[in-house]
């Protein structure tokens, strides 16, 4: 019994959400900006991707900022704080950041001066996947160390992302992540899905990713 | 309001479950079975450390059994099937195995043949920490590249846990994880929390924890 009311209300919460997710759409649309929603396990590099992120685009005329969301703390927007960028911060006691959520932060924020947001999503690999925020794009991290039979495992969060960061490839050497076989199993289950081998620690391929910042905007 | 409500939503549940996670734990104790909780994010390694858990527990004369529980796959019960173990997988599309859930998978289970089961929980940091499921033991599992300060970010989980496994000892040399600084603030959340420094690698720490599993029987 319990199973299907769980699921009833997930659908619930979705279909409320999925109203104020095309009014976000909406309202980004006709501010000219772009959203991407950043979601991933904890600790998986989230915010370490946008300080790298960050870093290249000071050189660049996109003008960004993140939304922010965490359980608790706002450790995350405070390691953001250098770039002198908007930041918007979400406590949740929640799995995911919903779209009404998301409306609350964008009230914070002058679209007029924005080219660009970054959702830092809560870090989660089940609830965020299917609750739509009205982003463009939906952009998946996975650790190498997380091992590589996860999209199998957590199909919809994969099926739902339009790109996908394998991230902290530096690591690969010292796990039994088969990088191939990660990208197979996420094509398999989404082939259509974009991806990058990307390690915020050497900073390899962050350029990749960041030149597909541009295809959003 | 959406984020209201969502709180709203999750204590309707917790009520609900903890009716039958007592349930649970009157059956168990009748019984004289032990049980575990096993939680961590996705890729942590919880799986990796049930099969050195296994191969130790070979030699002893523990009777264990595992409840799996994931969104989708039984590949983590299929890779402890060598073991020759009891095993009940749960599919299941919600963030957390609620104490119906486990009910249920007891069902399967000839409980005069066990004396300790393992939850192998769903790979989340949020859901299933406030939900009961009738165990003696919560136990979580930080895997060293996810990060020290997490548990200041996922509080709840390191609340309501009694064990604390950092894992993946082994790669700490190729990160920026502080050990010391994870254990204080996991120390700082909940003071009485027993810490193991495991590496399901290198099989460093497993005896202590194997150690520590026989003081729940």
């Known amino acids: ?33 772009g959203m991407l929603n950043l979601m991933s396990s904890p600790g998986a590099g989230k915010t370490t991707l946008l300080e790298r992120t960050f870093e290249q ?50 009230d914070q924020l002058d679209l007029a001066q924005l080219d660009l947001i970054f959702i830092e999503n809560i870090g989660n690999l089940i609830c965020p996947a299917g609750a739509k925020t009205g982003e463009d794009a939906k952009v998946m991290l996975l650790s190498a160390t997380e091992g590589h039979e996860k999209p199998l495992k957590y199909p919809r969060m994969f ?31 989404n082939p259509a899905l974009k991806i990058f081998r990307v390690s915020s620690t050497t900073g390899e391929g962050i350029e990749d990713w960041v030149e597909y910042l541009t295809t959003v905007l």
Chains 1, 2 share one sequence.
Do not use: W
């Open 1 to 33: 019994m319990s199973e299907i009311k769980t699921v009833r209300i997930m659908e619930k919460i979705s279909g409320a959400n999925d109203v104020i997710a095309a009014e976000n759409q909406e309202r980004l649309q006709q501010a000219d900006v």
């Open 57 to 106: 685009l000071a050189g660049k005329s996109i003008r960004a900022a993140v939304i922010e969301g965490d359980v608790e703390t706002s450790h995350d927007a405070e390691r953001l704080q250098r770039f002198g960028i908007p930041l918007v911060q979400i406590n949740a006691p929640t799995c995911y950041l919903s779209a009404p959520m998301i409306s609350r932060a964008l």
């Open 159 to 189: 099926v739902e992302c339009q790109a996908l960061i394998i991230n902290k490839i530096d690591l690969i050497p010292y796990t039994n992540f088969d990088l191939q076989q990660a990208e197979a199993n996420a094509r398999k289950i």
